[in-house]
């Protein structure tokens, strides 16, 4: 097995033993058993559980800008925009259960990862967002007494609402349920934020 396909097999392990056990009760050993690896070799590739949530979080939060920055730079129909955003959330719920369960339990609520770095994540993330609901105000579709960052906070807490009680349950998304979602966030939020 190549270098990289164990690699990946141990994060594949890790996401699995943070999301059942939290990250201060993972421990290195459960990673390597669950991925079926000595424990030596998730030191050798990672060094430190610090280091693999780290590069667990890194990449989520790459990933979430790359989609936010595509979204920002595209001419596409603003409401469309919004869509993305939600479905960002919502598929990786679906195709990486455990990796969207990670982001809800030890990166929004969790006072260890609240550190000025991870707090300066949030922030690039809500900045992204601030552009694409600044964008909407100038288009003449959102209220403009009402701040972007507001905006921001209330559409980016009605996605994380909906997920955390999706990823808290247990539940599953169906593709009809999936457009259930969509729908009752955009609407609730076009609805409260429209110009009249």
């Known amino acids: 097995m190549a270098k990289t ?3 990946e097999m141990i994060i594949d392990a890790a996401l699995e033993v943070f999301r059942q056990k939290g990250y201060a009760n993972a421990r290195m050993a459960d990673i390597a058993r669950r991925a079926n690896v000595s424990y030596g070799l998730v030191y050798h590739y990672f060094g430190s559980k610090e280091v693999l949530f780290d590069l667990i979080v890194e990449k989520w939060w790459s990933e979430l800008y790359a989609m936010m920055n ?69 288009q003449g579709i959102l209220k403009k007494d009402i701040p972007p960052r507001h905006l921001t906070y209330i559409f980016y807490g009605a996605i994380e609402t909906f997920i955390s009680v999706m990823v808290l349950g247990k539940e599953p998304l169906t593709k009809k349920r999936q457009e259930r979602a969509v729908n009752a966030i955009m609407g609730v939020f076009m609805d409260g934020a429209k110009t009249a």
């Open 70 to 138: 595509r979204e920002k730079e595209s001419n596409g129909v603003f409401r469309e925009k919004l869509i993305h955003i939600i479905q960002f959330f919502l598929d990786t719920y679906v195709q990486r259960p455990n990796l969207i369960s990670i982001f809800v339990s030890e990166v929004c609520r969790s006072s260890v990862y609240h550190t000025q770095e991870g707090l300066s994540r949030f922030l690039k993330f809500f900045s992204l967002c601030e552009d694409i609901m600044l964008e909407g105000q100038k």
């Open 5 to 7: 396909d164990k690699q």
